[in-house]
C-alpha cells in the first residue's frame, strides 16, 4: 500500500531555512504528481506546493511563493520542499501526499516551528 514518510522538520529562528524530505513507497512514484500541505494549529490543511510527475511543472502557494522550492528525485522516490526565508507564521505541520485513485494518501507529517 502507499506508504509516505517525511522528515526534516524542526525548529527554526525567522529568516532561517529547513529542507523537508518525503519518502514515498508502495506505488509508481515516477508516474504521480506530488503535493505539500501544511495545517497551523486550529487551521485547515493548506496547499503549499505541488510538482507534476517529471518534475517539470511546480506552483506554490502565494505565501510561499519566493521562499519554498518544491523537487523530486524520481530515482530515490522522494520529494522534497526547500524552505527559506521562515516567518513564525510558516509554523505548521507539513505533510506530502499523493493522488492516487481518487483517493489523498497523506504522511504523518513533520512539525516545522519558526520561533526565536
Known amino acids: 500500500q502507499v506508504h509516505l514518510v517525511e522528515s526534516g522538520g524542526g525548529l527554526v529562528q525567522p529568516g532561517g531555512s529547513l529542507r523537508l524530505s518525503c519518502l514515498a513507497s508502495?506505488?509508481?512514484?515516477?508516474?504521480?504528481?506530488m503535493m505539500w500541505y501544511r495545517q497551523a494549529p486550529g487551521k485547515g490543511r493548506e496547499l503549499v506546493a505541488s510538482?507534476?510527475?517529471?518534475?517539470?511543472?511546480?506552483d506554490y502557494a502565494d505565501s510561499v511563493k519566493g521562499r519554498f522550492t518544491i523537487s523530486r528525485d524520481n530515482a530515490k522516490n522522494t520529494v522534497y520542499v526547500q524552505m527559506s526565508s521562515l516567518k513564525p507564521e510558516d509554523t505548521a505541520v507539513y505533510y506530502c501526499?499523493?493522488?492516487?485513485?481518487?483517493?489523498?494518501?497523506w504522511g504523518q507529517g513533520t512539525q516545522v516551528t519558526v520561533s526565536s
Open positions: 501526499t499523493v493522488l492516487r485513485m481518487g483517493h489523498n494518501h
Open positions: 508502495g506505488f509508481t512514484f515516477s508516474a504521480y504528481p
Open positions: 510538482i507534476s510527475a517529471s518534475g517539470g511543472t511546480t
